[in-house]
Structure formats: structure tokens, C-alpha cells
């Protein structure tokens, strides 16, 4: 497995973080909801909610790949993280 090079923990994985704008279609996940519960709906402040087509764009801003242990970002891109995670990069 791969060892984190600034905490030393085995990892299966790696954290990414990427900058940018989301945007999506919101919709309620019953769309025939019978008044009596979209009255309880609206005092409890909750719905069953869904988001579709959702795309995102990219800022441009780097793709950090970071240990989930430590948070310190390692790589800045994915062939050196898909290496890292697959043992062929120690650093
Ligand atoms: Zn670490």
C-alpha cells in the first residue's frame, strides 16, 4: 500500500479538492406531493430534494491530490497519484 511521505500512513486512497462553479437543476424528488405534506414539508424546513444535470466547470485552479491522514496535498496531478496509489512513485 501506499505510505504517505509527510505523515508515513499506508493509504488506499488520496483526497482531491477542486476549485470551480457547480452548477445543477434542483428538484423535489416527489413532484406529486399531496398538500397535507407539503404543509408538514414546509414546517419542517425539509424535503426529500434531488439535483440533476449537474455540471461542473473547472476554475483552472490545480487539482490537489491530499493525503485523507494528513490533508498535506502531495501531488498536483493525477498521473503522479494514480503512481503513488499504485506504488510505482514513493514521493
Ligand atoms: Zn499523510
Not at 25 to 44: D, Q
Not at 67 to 85: I, M, N, Q
Amino acid at each position: 500500500m501506499a505510505k504517505c511521505p509527510k505523515c508515513e500512513r499506508e493509504t488506499d486512497h488520496l483526497e482531491t479538492v477542486q476549485t470551480g462553479v457547480q452548477s445543477a437543476n434542483l428538484y423535489l424528488s416527489n413532484k406529486e406531493i399531496p398538500p397535507e405534506l407539503a404543509k408538514i414539508m414546509r414546517e419542517l424546513k425539509t424535503a426529500a430534494i434531488e439535483y440533476s444535470d449537474i455540471e461542473f466547470e473547472g476554475d483552472g485552479g490545480v487539482m490537489d491530490y491530499k493525503c485523507p491522514f494528513c490533508h498535506e496535498t502531495l501531488f498536483g496531478s493525477e498521473d503522479d497519484a494514480v503512481e503513488f496509489l499504485a506504488g510505482i512513485k514513493s514521493d
